[in-house]
């Protein structure tokens, strides 16, 4: 049923990746738009369906009203269904909407880079897996792209947040998850590094491949320490009392940076994604 429900943004993801092997500047920009429609479908299709369905009740009115205004469904995604934002945010999806308005308006002899693709597909999986419970599918590229780190992003962030139930926090408790998850301080530290890395390339100006292959491979061993330690342990129990008092030591200053707000999408220099009618990796302004 809910493959059902999701069909629509599933057939433009697979659209999507049918052009993506044929590696060229039109190509890619269909590549590109089809993900953006995909992920709109997605986010219209959740807020569309009934309560006994979604366990959410939208509000028609406001669906109606939001119409064909992406940012207004953002808004109303982020209203109804912050639970379900695992792993990404509205910024991200916002950030690369604008791309597609550049690419889709004035898109003639323009290419984007394959690494924002990726990026995009690797965000509309995400959204896929948390609204419907369904596989978008493998990453369709190798191992260190930005996709994988989007991916692996994502289930690190449900696994904190599911071993931060047992406390009584709720997703907006952002910094005990490293307590929950029984990360020691320079683990603590790193994970705190790799979402500050992640949201600076997901938002960046330009793309360093290795610099994203590294990140790749720190996201993996995380994932293999959070994977042993649920192993390990059936159960993570918090104790209150001690949490509030390494909650004032300086460890917990480190901790407050957890999970740091990428950079806003109204700050965001669109420019650099885009490049003239050609599939190198080199990316000239749009003003040039």
Known sequence: MKSTWASGAIELLRHADSHLNLNTAFDKRIAFISIDNGVETIIRSYLSLPKSKSGVKVDHKELDEAGNSFPRLLNLLEKYATAKLIGVDVADIEHYHRIRNTLYHEGTGLSVDDQYIMAYRGIAAVLLGNLFDVSAGPPTTENSSLERLILNWNQIERILRVKAEPAGYSVSHRWEDAFSANLSDSEAELVSN??????????????????????????????????????????????????????????????????TAPKSSKEADFSAPFQWGSTSSAVPSLEQ
């Open 194 to 259: 790799l979402r500050s890395a992640r949201n600076r390339l997901v938002h960046s100006e330009s793309i360093d491949k290795n610099d994203v292959g590294r990140w790749v491979e720190e996201s993996e061993r995380i994932l293999r320490k959070l994977s042993e330690t649920a192993e390990s342990k059936s159960a993570v129990t918090l104790n209150i009392s001690y949490l509030k008092k390494r909650s004032t030591s300086a460890e917990s200053n480190i901790l407050c940076k957890f999970f």
